[in-house]
């Protein structure tokens, strides 16, 4: 059973510094890896795909990298902004036909 | 291209009441799935739908939840005799196999139960 864990689960730092959010996953038989956003309230905003032959995969300032054979992802934050205050969630996608969510990182940034 | 519609988006009801929510995909997305997320917690995954056909349903998908999609098109989703434990955010999300079956969220229906 996919079992997935992000680290932070917390964040909180000033506007401009670059971050780095953790995912890990326990079934690293995946297709692909979705990196989504979600404010508070609301839907979710898928921000990335990364395919499972894929390395890494990159929009505007977010890069985000998986590691297969070990279950990990990794989506990296450059510069950011108060606008990028939200939950971040990821979430692989196996033969299971389904995305499995973790609980995400609530980032805040603050000015 | 208007993405993934969700109706109603908040409804309160109370106990032992139905409720039906509807949700519109993208246009010619075949697959069309619903999660439920509380507070404080990732979204978990309920069924999803190829065209019309129900390929899964969760455990967490008691006898009292239903789902059609009966032309391959929207999708409903009906809970009969709600408990306040079904308070939550219900979400629809669409994807098409040719874009890797990349998922496309709704905004979601908040259901509270009082």
């Known amino acids: 059973k996919q079992e997935v864990t992000q680290i932070p689960a917390a964040l909180s730092v000033p506007e401009g510094e670059n971050l780095v959010l953790n995912c890990s996953f326990t079934?690293?038989?995946?297709?692909?890896l979705q990196w989504f956003r979600q404010d508070p309230g609301k839907g979710l905003t898928s921000l990335l795909l990364i395919q499972s032959s894929q390395r890494e995969q990159t929009s505007g300032r977010l890069n985000a990298s998986l590691d297969k054979s070990s279950g990990r992802s990794t989506l990296y934050i450059a510069a950011s902004q108060p606008g990028d205050s939200a939950t971040y969630l990821c979430a692989p996608w196996s033969n299971t036909d389904k995305l499995i969510f973790g609980t995400g990182t609530r980032l805040q940034v603050f000015p | 291209d208007t993405g993934v519609s969700q109706n109603p988006r908040h409804k309160i009801t109370k106990r032992g009441q139905n409720v039906t929510f509807r949700c519109d995909p993208i246009?010619?997305?075949?697959?069309l799935y619903w999660y439920r997320q509380t507070l404080g917690q990732g979204p978990e995954f309920l069924t999803y739908?190829?065209?019309?056909?129900?390929?899964?349903k969760s455990r967490l998908l008691s006898d009292r939840f239903s789902a059609e999609r009966p032309k391959g098109s929207f999708s409903t989703l009906e809970i009969q005799r709600t408990e306040q434990g079904d308070s939550a955010m219900y979400l629809c999300?669409?994807?098409?196999?040719?874009?890797?079956?990349?998922?496309?969220f709704g905004p979601g229906t908040r259901l509270t139960v009082l």
């Open positions: 246009s010619e997305h075949n697959r």
């Open positions: 079934d690293s038989a995946i297709y692909n």
């Open positions: 999300a669409s994807s098409h196999p040719g874009t890797y079956n990349e998922q496309f």
């Open positions: 739908f190829q065209n019309e056909a129900q390929l899964e």
